[in-house]
């Protein structure tokens, strides 16, 4: 099983950045995959999620209407689509498995199985 996450890089306020998540040893419909980032000093934070049962997805409120998560079951990826970025949106992002508890509405840490980082910087 691995998840590979590529597509950061260094971009000025308002641009965009379209970061993948290449899913292998799984499909799609197995796990929900989630978006988090962890930028430094602060703690980490779920950004956006999109669920294995109907691919329904969920966005913290800082990005809704900026960021939008979708997938490709072909391709068997998962994309984090990120415009009008702003310098907060700086941390190193990951994608990862289990990324909600539907039962109790929270995001869940600890993961069958999360990619490496991709270092994501906002800065003029």
């Known amino acids: 099983v691995q998840l590979q996450a590529s597509g950061g890089g260094l971009v000025q306020p308002g641009g965009s950045l379209r970061l993948s998540c290449a899913v292998s040893g799984f499909t799609l419909d197995y796990y929900s995959i989630g978006w988090f980032r962890q930028a430094p000093g602060k703690e980490r934070e779920g950004v956006c999620y999109i669920s294995r049962r109907d691919g329904s997805t969920y966005c913290i409120d800082p990005v809704k209407g900026r960021f939008t998560i979708s997938r490709d079951v072909a391709k068997n990826t998962v994309y984090l689509q990120m415009n009008s970025l702003k310098p907060e949106d700086t941390a190193i992002y990951y994608c990862?498995?289990?990324?909600?508890?539907?039962?109790?509405?929270?995001?869940?840490?600890?993961?069958?199985?999360r990619g490496q980082g991709t270092q994501v910087t906002v800065s003029s």
């Open positions: 990862a498995t289990d990324p909600w508890n539907f039962e109790s509405s929270h995001w869940v840490y600890e993961h069958d199985y």
